[in-house]
């Protein structure tokens, strides 16, 4: 046994970064932007197109030549596994976005990514070529080859508040009031274990599968990565074996588009069948990264060395079944990345995230760096916020956040608040099903985004997809008030996935159990007040909001259109009429007329159209289609003859008498 | 069995036994114990005899049986023997043999014919009738009935006896409940056949006796009706009383055990049981259907909720419903689809089955098994557009004149055209699938009209299409014109308001008019008579200059185009058309159709705007027909509705009182309300405006004052009264003054949720018990831990040898997850046991609380018994209150004085209802109906 190896390693999360520095020339003088964005990838793209569009003063701040150089590197096999799905049966464009993974958000109905590409997983070219027509059809401000070394921060700023400092390369300054820090995640995620030079970085690895015929292979990490090289490999290495600490988590059984998608999973295949491929799973932290050879070993011990391992405790001497025991001829590392902290300055440094081992920055629920006022962080780097749970590590994901948080900007620095839509109360229903059936936003950032409808008696207001966990800030970073009407807010949701993902009762079709549904499905949630942070923090386990004062979940749907009467529309309907409590049917003009005179204030739907002259008249056709089913009074004998006399007869009727027969 | 009667209805059937041998308790009275009889003050009933013949000789038989059963309500049976003892006036009195009559110490309550109280039930029900004359009320149209409904809400159910003939058998069980129960319900005796039909009786000819409970003292809100239910058994006391201990009786019972083992009232009371069995996860909706159908079955069943969750309940689950006939101990299983079904098996099936005893079990059996167990509840749409328009889905719409616009092909077609009429709508809203209908009507209708195209758009698929046209309300049409901005349709959503929209707006706005003799033809409407028949209207702008403002005019004009048509006419001579009108130029002139009196307004200076509003308000009607369409327009004014409600043709039956009240109005008479009528052949809706208002439909025309907008009292004006302009004004000016008595009031509706709420929550928690909590504030979240349980357990079940962190935490998220289950677990079981113990105790509790019931009603006769007794014994003027517990208690302030002896003088008496509904002494209106006219 010559080679032994143990490890650690991280999953391998597909990831954006701007690195290489460049060499531009500039003076030292100070430059003074509102706005500065870090990062040319699609994030800062992203952030560039609402800053533009909201023509604040921003630059975009690029080390490289180009945008998304990132993707010019990575993936290293060169294909994207983002969906690029661009016939979907549909022409509508906020649907579509719902399976288009890789375009940003504009204006601009045609800036799509299917104009490069219209492979379902693309060559990772396209997507730099798409972000560059992007940044140029848009004329976005960017400056390339400015590569920021250092960020600190100053104290005096907008409102008083921080602001930053940044110094490229050739020691010129930025001065930003904002700082939208975009530079992804960049920095490979290593081991460190007596050998671990031995071991080579996705980063680095020859892509070439010719290189590794008839070699055994150990990949650490069982990521996207590790499968990508794993499968660009299988026809020529030997043995193919995958080692981290968890099991592989497969993307179709936890609904999270970071683990792993079943492009790259033909490994799972010839393991399964026994093919010379495996996966193994081995623990971490007790068991030291060892590769040295069996002299090493001995000149260790004779060497005094602080290790106190031996040839007893490794783990084939004692298991002679230990499923690692024969040598490999490559350990190749696909861990992942980590967010570059290094370029902030002390007082400038967001803090460690407590998710995904403190890889990423941690951020508030409205992605302001925690301790960095004015400071946020955007894109794959803001991923904490949502690890392993939503879609916010990826394009599909963060252009929702970026948009949201453009819109927390607009409030905080130029009050203006979030954009609302006014709503009769009587259109709500109408409203809330057209955004289940089309938004795509709450549906790719599900239970991380979600609508907040404020309830203002007879008229609403519609907010689209706010930050679901800053709600305890809703007022403060919308700058819309909650009345005492109280505030409806509808979530997309996975359900308590129980079930086989693909065994029998995996659906729910029954309304009435639409709790129970696994698969993504609208919720909607009531609370009479805004939720406080405790609630927030206590909220029930596996929940994205606290206990509301009611909740409706709308059954999940096998063709996502939650447009049905029975199964979708009334429940709403009824959940609605509680929280507002109020009759929310609509009627027809002639019930509207029968209402409107005989009852002192007649239902919503009559007063906000009939009333207000836009009554809905209907006609004969549908009024006897509501007739039969008894929800329409019917008028027989609708006219009345003048001379109905059996008012009169009545009287004359009333309370004859039985008389006796007998006779006096 | 009758174990649990009341005391004085055992007595009564004691009498019915009619021991005869027994002594008679029939009071032979001499002159002197007649005297003592009267200065006791108690009630009786005396006859004077001078001759006996047979005739007499008969009916003293019939009073002797009486006398026993009279003495259970304190009224003595005597007679007096003329012939022997003297006594005054009533010894002496013409034809006395033919009279009996009834004291209350020296006055004389009611004298009868002895041929109306000729038998045992005649003079029981008779002479209780005229006791308890100020407990039974005498109720004859629906409006009577409204007003007793109303007094009573919240405070008291009410009891209606329909007798179609007094001193029947039926009429003195009536009679003897009122007695029995007259403190606890009012009781309320009909005869004729109007109420009948309002109590929703197919054939009322068909009826000789019924009697129906009224909820009224659960009802809270004046505006709610009380729901009543029918006794559908033959009028006996024994019924009766079984029927009013049901209506005493919970609607539903709930509990968790096996049928079998379920002992309930309605056992007692001679019904069938049925039970239904509910699941958890449908406990809410199971619970709904019971009690929809506990209301359907009100009076002919009991209706038993079986939770199933129970390890005690042994029923097979393809049942999910069982019935239990009374004195059978057996139980029939069933499956029930919907509620309709019991219905018919109870009504068709199992009643007559009892009474026939024919046994067709097997057969009904047969008919029920086979079908699989179904949700007791049905998906069942509420909503009558979304109904009408789900049962149309089947249907496909000729689009062919409506095209559908997309993306690429809306700009090109908002742009080319003359005049573009887009509708935007959205396939899940069903007022926008329904008014779609209409839209293809009004394209099919304009067909060939040139220049104007009619197109759609789906804006759940060509959503940008929507949001860049700000469309944020379904459906919604725009017109698109070139060269202008999209003007919004804002008008009533219906075929022929669009169509008269659009046609109107085919002609220039304002149309300006060069000469006398086009304005003439234009007010006169030959030119532009082809819109006769959509807008008789027409309003003409007269100017004699440009420069008095015709740009505003203009400017309005445009903005009204569609609505009404404009006329301009700017002319030096233009005062040639003010002749004869009080104004001066610039004006307006309206015509309303050819032959009607053209009216002029001057024109003030105004924005367009305002004017544009003055023109809308100057066109409306003054004494408007009130349709569908139009109604809002005349709401909007928020005056009292005069509202004449006319039927039938077209003969003077109908024009004459419009012509009266055309009369009243043009006197200035009726200027704080606004006179209008509604034509229930056009507009067949009215008839139920009219039934709302009144209680029941009276005989056409009808006028009502409806202070729709004010306190919401309705006024009928008399029937009786000939509908003249004079009379009119004066019935408003006694409204006025609060001289007339209101016959209905308009319910200010909540418009509440319309169906109970599905309470996701509640059924997570019952199925789920944790699920759905907030975290106790104890532990301290963890990223790792916001995983489901599910997910934590997942991880656990993985091979050895890895890393310590991930180890503990996997430890940590398994035991958590275990716990989690564990407490699951703990929680049902507890949760099982508890509702055990739960149901146990509710059963206990409703035999306990049968038992306070029954002990209660106890009580109350006692009081009810008492405060008569006070009454009698006072022979003042005695004013009575219910008490809360519907005793009479005596010495309410909020009294009703009546007083024995004025009944007996014969005077009558004047009341008035005081705002709450209760009858008060010394109001104007004379309580001219006493139930002596009943009888």
């Given at each position: 046994m010559e080679l032994i190896l143990c490890f650690i390693c991280l999953l391998s999360l597909f990831s954006l970064v701007l690195t290489v520095p460049g060499d531009h020339h500039g003076d030292n003088s100070t430059r003074h932007h509102d706005y500065c964005v870090l990062g040319a990838g699609p994030a800062g793209l992203q952030m560039g197109f609402f800053l533009a569009q909201s023509q604040r003063d921003y630059i975009i701040l690029e080390r490289n030549s180009g945008p998304g150089s990132f993707f010019k590197r990575y993936p290293r096999h060169r294909k994207l596994i983002s969906i690029n799905k661009v016939y979907t049966g549909r022409r509508n464009r906020e649907f579509n976005l719902r399976h288009d993974w890789n375009s940003l958000l504009s204006n601009r109905p045609n800036l799509l990514f299917q104009r490069v590409s219209r492979d379902l997983y693309p060559e990772a070219d396209a997507f730099p070529h798409y972000l560059s027509m992007f940044e140029k059809e848009l004329g976005l401000q960017v400056q390339y080859g400015t590569d920021i070394g250092r960020i600190q921060a100053s104290g005096f700023g907008l409102n008083g508040n921080k602001s930053y400092i940044l110094t490229d390369q050739n020691g010129e300054e930025y001065k930003c009031r904002v700082l939208l820090v975009s530079t992804g995640l960049w920095v490979p995620e290593e081991v460190h274990f007596v050998g671990s030079d031995l071991v080579e970085g996705y980063e680095s690895i020859p892509t070439d599968p010719e290189e590794y015929k008839d070699q055994a292979v150990l990949i650490l990490g069982k990521g996207n990565s590790a499968f990508e090289v794993a499968q660009s490999i299988l026809g020529r290495a030997s043995r193919i074996h995958l080692y981290s600490p968890s099991p592989v988590r497969l993307a179709w059984q936890t609904h999270y588009v970071g683990d792993l998608r079943a492009v790259n999973n033909e490994l799972l295949d010839t393991y399964q069948l026994k093919s010379l491929d495996g996966l193994v799973e081995g623990g971490l932290e007790d068991i030291a990264i060892l590769y040295f050879t069996l002299s090493e070993l001995l000149d260790r011990q004779d060497g005094n060395r602080s290790t106190a391992i031996t040839a007893e405790n490794l783990p084939g001497y004692h298991d002679d079944n230990f499923s690692l025991r024969q040598p490999y001829d490559r350990v190749i590392r696909c861990l992942g990345f980590r967010f570059n902290f290094s370029v902030f300055d002390g007082s400038a440094c967001p803090p460690h995230s407590s998710t995904a081992r403190g890889r990423l920055p941690a951020v508030t629920a409205w992605y302001e760096g925690r301790g960095t006022p004015n400071l946020f962080i955007l894109g794959t780097a803001a991923h904490s916020r949502d690890y392993r749970m939503s879609a916010g590590g990826f394009v599909h994901g963060f252009r929702y956040i970026v948009r949201a948080v453009h819109k927390i900007l607009e409030q905080r620095y130029?009050?203006?608040?979030?954009p609302a839509n006014k709503l009769p109360t009587s259109q709500l229903l109408p409203w809330i099903l057209k955004r289940v059936n089309e938004a795509s936003g709450p549906y790719q950032m599900f239970e991380v985004l979600g609508d907040i409808i404020l309830l203002q008696g007879s008229h609403c207001e519609y907010l689209e997809e706010f930050p679901l966990q800053a709600l305890p800030r809703f007022s403060a970073l919308s700058g819309r008030h909650v009345s005492e009407h109280g505030l409806l807010i509808v979530v997309m949701q996975y359900g308590l996935n129980r079930t086989d993902t693909l065994g029998p009762g995996r659906a729910e079709s029954e309304w009435t159990k639409a709790w129970k549904s696994n698969f993504l499905h609208p919720v909607i949630y009531y609370y009479r007040t805004v939720p406080t942070e405790g609630d927030m923090r206590r909220r029930p386990v596996g929940w994205p909001l606290p206990r509301p004062d009611a909740v409706h979940h709308m059954v999940e749907d096998f063709l996502t259109e939650w447009d049905q009467p029975v199964s979708h529309s009334q429940p709403l309907r009824r959940f609605l009429e509680h929280c507002l409590h109020m009759d929310l049917r609509a009627f027809y003009a002639e019930s509207c007329f029968r209402l409107s005179l005989t009852s002192r204030k007649p239902p919503l739907f009559c007063r906000q159209g009939y009333l207000n002259k836009e009554g809905f008249v209907g006609n004969s056709h549908l009024w006897q289609h509501a007739r039969e089913a008894g929800l329409m009074p019917t008028h027989q004998g609708s006219v009345v003859p003048g001379d109905d006399g059996s008012f009169s007869d009545c009287l004359s009727h009333a309370g004859a008498d039985m008389t006796s027969t007998i006779n006096f | 069995m009758y174990c649990l009667l009341l005391s004085p209805l055992f007595l009564t059937l004691k009498s019915k036994l009619a021991i005869r041998q027994l002594l008679s308790r029939l009071v032979v009275h001499t002159a002197a114990s007649f005297t003592e009889n009267m200065v006791s003050g108690r009630t009786s009933f005396i006859y004077f005899v001078k001759q006996a013949n047979p005739t007499v000789k008969t009916f003293i038989e019939q009073l002797e049986m009486s006398a026993d059963a009279l003495e259970d309500y304190g009224i003595l049976i005597g007679k007096v023997n003329c012939s022997e003892e003297t006594i005054e006036k009533y010894c002496t009195e013409e034809e006395v043999m033919k009279k009996i009559h009834l004291f209350r110490g020296p006055d004389v309550l009611r004298s009868f014919d002895i041929d109306t109280v000729f038998d045992v039930n005649a003079i029981v029900s008779h002479v209780l009738f005229a006791v308890l004359f100020d407990e039974v009320r005498c109720v004859h149209t629906p409006a009577e009935l409204g007003r007793v409904e109303r007094a009573a809400k919240g405070t008291a159910d009410v009891v209606m006896g329909h007798i179609r003939v007094l001193g029947l058998p039926e009429h003195r069980a009536l009679m003897e409940a009122a007695f029995v129960y007259g403190a606890k319900y009012q009781f309320v005796q009909t005869s004729g056949t109007l109420l009948l039909r309002h109590m929703e009786i197919a054939d009322p000819s068909d009826v000789q006796a019924c009697l129906w409970f009224l909820h009224c003292r659960t009802v809270s809100r004046l505006s709610e009706p009380c729901p009543h239910t029918l006794m559908r058994k033959p009028l006996t006391t024994i019924n009766i009383h079984t029927f009013l201990q049901l209506m005493e009786a919970p609607l539903l019972t709930e509990a968790a055990v096996d049928p079998a083992e379920v002992d309930v009232v309605y056992s007692h009371l001679n019904v069938p049981v049925i039970f239904l069995f509910s699941r958890p996860e449908t406990v809410h909706l199971d619970r709904v259907t019971a009690e929809t159908l506990a209301w359907r079955l009100r009076g002919e069943a009991g209706l038993v909720l079986i939770h199933r969750d129970n390890p005690s309940v042994k029923t097979p689950l393809v049942y999910n419903a069982a019935y239990r006939l009374p004195q059978e101990q057996s139980l029939r299983y069933f499956t029930l689809k919907n509620v309709e079904e019991v219905v018919t098996l109870l009504r068709d099936q199992l009643l007559p089955k009892e009474r026939e005893k024919q046994d067709k079990e097997e057969e009904i059996e047969y008919d029920w098994s086979g079908v699989g167990p179904t949700p007791l509840f049905a998906d069942v749409l509420d909503d009558e557009v979304a109904e009408s328009v789900y049962r149309d889905r089947g249907l496909m719409l000729d689009m062919d004149k409506v095209p559908e616009l997309t993306a690429d092909t809306f700009s090109a077609a908002v742009m080319q055209h003359g005049l573009m009429v887009v509708l935007f709508y959205v396939k899940w809203d069903a007022v926008s699938m329904a008014f779609l209908q209409s839209f293809v009507e009004v394209a099919h209708a304009l067909e060939g009209v040139n220049g104007l195209d009619l197109a759609s758009v789906n804006c759940g698929e060509w959503t940008d299409v929507c949001g860049d046209q700000n469309i944020t309300s379904f459906p919604f049409v725009l017109l698109y014109q070139p060269g202008e901005a999209a003007q919004p349709y804002r008008g009533m959503l219906g075929a022929e308001s669009l169509h008269t929209f659009l046609l109107l707006r085919q002609d220039p706005s304002p149309l300006e008019l060069s000469s006398l003799a086009e304005v003439a033809s234009f007010l006169e409407g030959d030119l532009y008579s082809r819109h006769l028949a959509h807008s008789p209207v027409r309003v003409m702008g007269l100017f004699t200059s440009a420069d008095q403002g015709v740009a505003v005019f203009v400017e309005a004009a445009k903005s009204l185009r569609g609505e009404i048509l404009l006329g301009l006419f700017v002319n030096k001579v233009a005062d040639a058309w003010t002749d004869g009108h009080t104004v001066s130029l610039p004006a307006l002139l309206v015509s309303r159709g050819p032959g009607v009196q053209q009216e002029a307004h001057t024109l003030l200076p105004s924005t367009s705007q305002n004017l544009a509003e003055r023109i809308r308000c100057i066109v409306l009607d003054t004494f408007p027909e009130l349709t569908v369409e139009n109604l809002p327009w005349y709401l909007e004014q928020g005056k009292p509705l005069l509202l004449l409600f006319v039927g039938g043709g077209e003969g003077p039956l109908m024009t004459q009182p419009l012509e009266e009240m055309r009369m009243a109005q043009s006197v200035g008479q009726l200027v704080d309300v606004l006179p209008c009528w509604i034509h229930l052949g056009r507009t067949p809706a009215g008839r139920s405006v009219l039934k709302a208002y009144l209680g029941f439909v009276p005989p056409l025309p009808a006028l009502v004052l409806s202070r729709i907008g004010g306190d919401g009292e309705v006024f009928h004006f008399p029937p009786e009264r000939p509908l003249l302009s004079k009379n009119i004004v004066q019935w408003l000016q006694r409204i006025e003054n609060n001289q007339e008595q209101c016959a209905g009031a308009i319910p200010e509706v909540?418009?509440?949720?319309p169906v109970p709420f599905y309470d996701f929550l509640a059924i997570m928690d019952e199925e789920a018990p944790g699920y759905a909590a907030q975290r106790s504030p104890k532990v301290k979240p963890k990223g790792k831990k916001e995983q489901p349980a599910g997910e934590a357990r997942q991880e656990a079940g993985t091979s050895a040898g890895r890393g310590a962190e991930e180890t503990r935490q996997d430890v940590e998220g398994t035991s958590a997850g275990r716990g989690a289950g564990e407490a699951r677990q703990e929680k049902e079981g507890t949760s099982v046991g508890r509702g055990a113990r739960e149901a146990r105790q509710d059963e206990e509790g409703m035999f306990a609380g049968g038992g306070v019931d029954e002990a209660r009603m106890e009580e109350e006769e006692e009081g009810m018994s008492a405060g008569r007794g006070a009454g009698e014994a006072g022979r003042g003027d005695v004013c009575w209150k219910r008490s809360r517990q519907g005793e009479a208690v005596e010495g309410g302030d909020v009294c009703c004085k009546r007083s024995w002896r004025g009944e007996a003088g014969g005077e009558d008496v004047c009341w008035k209802r005081s705002r709450r509904g209760e009858a008060v002494e010394g109001g104007d209106i004379c309580w001219k109906r006493s139930c002596r006219s009943c009888s």
């Open positions: 130029h009050n203006n608040a979030w | 909540a418009w509440d949720p």
